[in-house]
Nanobody, 119 residues
Framework: QVHFTESGGGAVESGGSLRLSCTAG????????IGWYRQAPGKQRELVAV???????EYADSVKGRFTVSRGSARNVVDLQMDSLTPEDTAVYSC?????????????WGQGTQVTVSS
């Protein structure tokens, strides 16, 4: 399995900001896509923001204009800047990578970091 190091979650008030950071696998991994998903209580996991291999970024409609995903200095590092947070953003945020691992192209998610937004 791909090892993830995720950081930056926490609790903020509505309107606040948080920044998440993730290192996915080792420096030798070659992402086909990298980004973030989230899962709120009682809901299915959903895409938040993902950067494709060609650099095209996909955002969930609910976060457009408020969240910004970016690559770190290494290709296996991805950050998520979250501004203007609302209680509806409360969820476990998981780092995501699509990459070849053990000769198989597959999707992998980290364990996640909790983000809680109070009103």
């Amino acid at each position: 399995q791909v090892h993830f190091t995720e950081s930056g979650g926490g609790a903020v008030e509505s309107g606040g900001s948080l920044r998440l950071s993730c290192t996915a696998g080792s420096a030798t991994i070659n992402p086909h896509a990298i980004g973030w998903y989230r899962q709120a209580p009682g809901k299915q996991r959903e895409l938040v923001a993902v950067i494709g291999r060609d650099g095209v970024i996909e955002y969930a409609d609910s976060v457009k204009g408020r969240f910004t995903v970016s690559r770190g200095s290494a290709r296996n590092v991805v950050d998520l800047q979250m501004d203007s947070l609302t209680p509806e953003d409360t969820a476990v945020y998981s780092c995501y990578i699509r990459a070849v691992y053990n000769l198989v192209l597959d999707n992998f998610w980290g364990q996640g970091t909790q983000v809680t937004v109070s009103s």
